[in-house]
């Protein structure tokens, strides 16, 4: 059974920096591009950053690119989003995903995890 686990989130002031984690299990993830994506109250979800689990190239919105940076840990079989210089529209659901082909559309990814709160006040 394929389980993705987020933790991390909480509350962060504005200028402030959280590490989100996605632990998976239940299957070998190689060739995997591992996503993060977000969604806040009223919104669609909307793709944050991803990266393939085999070669390690990472992708990342034109909103987070500079801030965040994506990472995984092939020993633990997790994957981690550094947030530094959260903002207040930062504020979302943030989840963890797993897809064989796709990058950027959340349709396409066949594993979620259950999602973490990460609320940055200002």
């Known amino acids: 059974q394929v389980q993705l686990v987020e933790s991390g989130g909480g509350l962060v002031q504005a200028g402030g920096s959280l590490r989100l984690s996605c632990a998976a299990s239940g299957r070998t993830f190689g060739g995997y591009r591992m996503g993060w994506f977000r969604q806040a109250p009223g919104k669609e979800r909307e793709f944050v950053s991803a990266i393939v689990w085999t070669g390690g190239n990472t992708y990342y919105s034109d909103s987070v690119k500079g801030r965040f940076t994506i990472s995984r840990d092939n020993a633990k079989n997790t994957v981690y989003l550094q947030m530094n210089s959260l903002k207040p529209e930062d504020t979302a659901v943030y989840y963890c995903?797993?897809?064989?082909?796709?990058?950027?559309?959340?349709?396409?990814?066949?594993?979620w995890g259950q999602g973490t709160q990460v609320t940055v006040s200002s």
């Open positions: 995903g797993a897809s064989r082909v796709a990058v950027f559309n959340s349709a396409q990814y066949q594993y």
